[in-house]
């Protein structure tokens, strides 16, 4: 596991204010460093796809560098990638809409769980990937949002460009609809 980047938001938006070229350059460098692992993770909870996902990434911060030169400051640079990286997933899931059945990702097991356990964890990844894909991509996206990314409502809210309280309806109606996906999908 990668230790966390130091991300000093207040510094990084001055220094992408100031104008200075050199300066943004580095700000692109510890943006890239401190979210692309955030912004991955993000953007396969909204694209259920690994490759649809690095491709949203890198699109985000294509995007990122193409428009840094005119971010104002007005919002938390994180808030704006988040943003970007949100209509990055959303394009790249609408890009390269396909059907997947079942199938449970292949991964390495734990050697020292047991194959019950391996079983069980795989199961209910299964489950879990079942129920999300019966969701919308709104909901999908405001539960990665909270869940995965663990944003505040006003954060979701700021994000997504809706009020705050369109984010917590559409996140208690998410769980809701998750909650009963899941017990739909049983054993």
Request: glycine share 4%.
């Amino acid at each position: 596991m990668t230790p966390r980047v130091p991300f000093d938001e207040e510094a990084l938006r001055a220094a992408v204010v100031s104008g200075d070229a050199a300066a943004r350059e580095d700000v692109m460098r510890h943006l890239y460093e401190a979210l692309s692992g955030k912004l991955y993770v993000l953007c396969h909870g909204i694209t259920r796809d690994p490759s649809d996902a690095q491709d949203a990434v890198q699109e985000t911060f294509l995007s990122i560098q193409r428009a840094l030169p005119q971010f104002r400051g007005d919002a938390q640079l994180s808030t704006w990638a988040y943003r970007i990286a949100v209509r990055a997933a959303v394009a790249a899931k609408t890009r390269r809409e396909r059907h997947r059945g079942d199938a449970v990702d292949i991964e390495m097991a734990d050697p020292r769980a047991g194959i019950e356990e391996t079983f069980e964890t795989r199961e209910r990844r299964r489950r879990l990937e079942v129920a999300m894909r019966t969701l919308s991509l709104e909901h999908r996206t405001v539960l990665s949002l909270f869940a995965v990314e663990g944003l505040s409502h006003a954060q979701i809210a700021s994000v997504l460009g809706i009020p705050e309280g369109t984010a917590w309806s559409r996140l208690h109606l998410a769980r809701k609809r998750l909650a009963a996906a899941l017990e739909s999908t049983a054993p």
